[in-house]
């Protein structure tokens, strides 16, 4: 029967992974099977950058770690390799940046949902930083403007908050650094 055959993807490794083009797509790697999506919007990017040059400016003047923007990978294991938006990596735990990847949990991650893959970002890979211990994950809306700050308790995440207009953002993996989400947002 024709019509109950599925299609098989290979599944492949990281070093193969890192062979795919470069052609403007990211493309991540979990347990071997690769999701690949398109440039993000300019709303995403322009909160993104907002949010980079928040956090790096912070994080550099007070020498706390290193930030970084996708794409950079963040390699989990041989199967499983993703791209956050944003990632930080406190001053104590350098040695998992590598010159093309780091290679373990950042302390930090940060989505920022794009319409065609929010469930990507909020149910898979929730999941994924979740199981490699990632200690804080943040999903940025941009429809919504707002932030969802979710903290590891055992082998999950706990909502922590949501953050929207006026409301300050801060976390104890930057201390002293703290926005108005609604900046985010802004032009």
């Known amino acids: 029967m024709i019509d109950a055959m599925k299609a098989v993807q290979p599944r492949l490794t990281y070093p193969e992974l890192r062979l795919m083009p470069d052609d403007g797509k990211r493309y991540e790697l979990i347990d071997g099977e690769v999701f690949v999506t398109p440039s993000p919007s300019e709303k995403h990017q322009r909160v993104l950058g907002n949010l980079f040059l928040s956090i790096s400016n912070h994080v550099k003047t007070k020498n706390r770690g290193r930030v970084y923007i996708a794409p950079f990978d963040v390699v989990f294991g041989e199967k499983t390799a993703l791209q956050p938006d944003l990632l930080f990596v406190s001053t104590g735990r350098l040695g998992i940046i590598g010159p093309e990847y780091v290679l373990g949990a950042p302390d930090l991650v940060v989505e920022v949902l794009s319409p065609y893959r929010q469930s990507y970002d909020r149910v898979t890979k929730l999941e994924q930083y979740a199981l490699h211990g990632v ?53």
Do not use: C
């Not at 953050?163 to 989400?181: D, V, Y």
């Open 135 to 187: 200690t804080e994950y943040w999903v940025v809306d941009p429809i919504a403007e707002s932030v969802e700050i979710y903290t590891l308790a055992g082998s999950g995440y706990e909502l922590k908050g949501a953050f929207a207009g006026e409301e300050i953002l801060q976390s104890p993996l930057l201390p002293g650094w703290e926005i108005p989400a609604g900046n985010l947002f802004s032009l």
